[in-house]
């Protein structure tokens, strides 16, 4: 009986091993999953809505939202072309992803506090526990209390809100070649998916010329063109809205070949179906990042895009009416520099279904639409 007994403690003490080690293995696959995080880059150019839809994301509660950190490169590398800049962006981009915020101390002045990052009160993650325990997770978003309240916060506090949502979104406007993040897509530790946003370029330059703070990024984006040999003078817009409806088209090839090779990685949207339809472009934009457009969302979404929160403040006043502000640039942009643009930007105007107009008659009425619809237009369809 002896030996029967100590086969059968033998087997069932095995057998205990072997669950206790199948439920610890499901206990770490559980919290894996927990831990991974879904990465969205939302990628555009100046004066084409970016700020508006890092908005929209910076808005859901689960997104750690981060507005333009490509920025601080430029700023330390005033003088380097915007090819090379593209190499430190990717890799201060892929530290932001994985929430570590250590290359951070190298490119702020004092690199102490969230506060001495620019624009971070433009992130309600960063106005809130844990990075801002001044706020409280049931205050509403403003921009202005946050400023004035969640200041001096060390930056590990950016790390540990970070760590705390399931979706970390970064928006910026200075990367003009998609092809050099392409360590990011193949990187197995981070899923990477893009957002490429793009708005008619004669609303993007009726937009910069009404905008008077673009004069370092312009001499960075025209001294990448061939067209731009005296790197001192000042570029005409002209000069700039060429090089970046080139480096829009090439994004797209680029984000088109991703997408063949990797299903969900790339998505692009036209500032003009956002404006016009925010709720069914938004919830298609959610569904591809991994995220729900809930009722809230969809009331803030339809009041923002009416104007019906005057009250919003400060730098980003994105509260407007966006039905007008598509059709602005119509009666506000001089006929003569509208066939200039459309000279320029031809190529990228035809890929992404914008319609040129050939005479003041035809620029000025608002009857004839000048953007295609997304249905006849199979580029927008990715």
Same mark, same amino acid.
């Given at each position: 009986?002896?030996? +029967?007994?100590?086969?059968? +403690?033998?087997?069932?003490?095995?057998?205990?091993?072997?669950?206790?080690?199948?439920?610890?293995?499901?206990?770490?696959? @559980? &919290?894996?999953?927990?831990?991974?995080?879904?990465?969205?880059?939302?990628?555009?150019?100046?004066?084409?809505?970016?700020?508006?839809?890092?908005?929209?994301?910076?808005?859901?509660?689960?997104?750690?939202?981060?507005?333009?950190?490509? +920025?601080?490169?430029?700023?330390?590398?005033?003088?380097? &072309?915007?090819?090379?800049?593209?190499?430190?962006?990717?890799?201060?981009?892929?530290?932001?992803?994985?929430?570590?915020?250590?290359?951070?101390?190298?490119?702020?002045?004092? /690199?102490?506090?969230?506060?001495?990052?620019?624009?971070?009160?433009?992130?309600?993650?960063?106005?809130?526990?844990?990075?801002?325990?001044?706020?409280?997770?049931? &205050?509403?978003?403003?921009?202005?209390?946050?400023?004035?309240?969640? /200041? #001096?916060?060390?930056?590990?506090?950016?790390?540990? $809100?970070?760590?705390?949502?399931?979706?970390?979104? @970064?928006?910026?406007?200075?990367?003009?070649?998609?092809?050099?993040? @392409?360590?990011?897509?193949?990187?197995?530790?981070?899923?990477?998916?893009?957002?490429?946003?793009?708005?008619?370029?004669?609303?993007?330059?009726? $937009?910069?010329?009404?905008?008077?703070?673009?004069?370092? &990024?312009?001499?960075?984006?025209?001294?990448?063109?061939?067209?731009?040999?005296?790197? !001192?003078?000042?570029?005409?817009?002209?000069?700039?809205?060429?090089?970046?409806?080139?480096?829009?088209?090439?994004?797209?090839?680029? /984000?088109?070949?991703? $997408?063949?090779?990797?299903?969900?990685?790339?998505?692009?949207?036209? #500032?003009?179906?956002?404006?016009?339809?925010?709720?069914? %472009?938004?919830?298609?934009?959610?569904?591809?990042?991994?995220?729900?457009?809930?009722?809230?969302?969809?009331?803030?979404? #339809?009041?923002?895009?009416?104007?019906? !929160?005057?009250?919003?403040?400060?730098?980003?006043?994105?509260?407007?009416?966006?039905?007008?502000?598509?059709?602005?640039?119509?009666?506000?942009?001089?006929?003569?520099?509208?066939?200039?643009?459309?000279?320029?930007?031809?190529?990228?105007?035809? *890929?992404?279904?914008?319609?040129?107009?050939?005479?003041?008659?035809?620029?000025?009425?608002? %009857?004839?639409?000048? *953007?295609?619809?997304?249905?006849?237009?199979?580029?927008?369809?990715?």
């Amino acid at each position: 009986m002896a030996p +029967r007994l100590t086969f059968y +403690r033998f087997t069932v003490f095995s057998l205990l091993i072997f669950f206790s080690i199948w439920i610890l293995n499901v206990k770490l696959d @559980l &919290e894996h999953d927990e831990l991974k995080r879904t990465h969205v880059l939302i990628l555009s150019s100046w004066r084409s809505g970016s700020s508006f839809l890092g908005q929209i994301f910076n808005h859901h509660p689960k997104v750690f939202y981060i507005y333009e950190p490509a +920025r601080m490169v430029w700023v330390k590398y005033p003088n380097q &072309e915007e090819s090379i800049l593209h190499y430190p962006i990717r890799d201060l981009f892929r530290s932001l992803f994985t929430c570590d915020v250590s290359p951070l101390h190298a490119y702020l002045p004092r /690199g102490q506090y969230i506060s001495d990052l620019p624009f971070w009160s433009e992130s309600w993650a960063l106005c809130s526990p844990p990075a801002c325990k001044a706020l409280s997770m049931n &205050e509403a978003y403003d921009r202005p209390t946050c400023y004035q309240r969640c /200041g #001096y916060v060390p930056l590990e506090k950016m790390a540990e $809100s970070c760590e705390a949502h399931s979706h970390v979104v @970064l928006k910026t406007v200075r990367v003009l070649d998609l092809g050099a993040l @392409l360590p990011l897509f193949q990187d197995a530790n981070l899923d990477l998916r893009v957002i490429h946003l793009i708005r008619d370029p004669r609303a993007v330059t009726f $937009s910069r010329m009404n905008f008077d703070l673009l004069h370092d &990024e312009d001499l960075i984006v025209a001294r990448e063109g061939q067209e731009w040999q005296n790197k !001192k003078a000042m570029p005409n817009v002209i000069q700039v809205m060429s090089n970046i409806c080139k480096a829009q088209m090439k994004i797209n090839e680029f /984000g088109r070949k991703v $997408s063949k090779n990797l299903k969900g990685k790339y998505m692009m949207i036209r #500032y003009e179906d956002l404006a016009n339809e925010p709720v069914t %472009t938004v919830d298609k934009i959610y569904k591809f990042a991994g995220l729900s457009l809930n009722e809230d969302l969809q009331k803030w979404l #339809y009041n923002i895009t009416h104007k019906h !929160k005057p009250e919003q403040t400060g730098f980003m006043n994105f509260a407007e009416d966006s039905m007008k502000i598509v059709h602005k640039w119509r009666k506000g942009l001089k006929h003569n520099v509208v066939l200039q643009i459309q000279d320029a930007c031809q190529k990228a105007m035809e *890929v992404f279904g914008y319609s040129q107009v050939r005479t003041l008659k035809e620029q000025q009425d608002l %009857t004839l639409s000048v *953007v295609a619809d997304v249905e006849n237009n199979k580029v927008l369809d990715v």
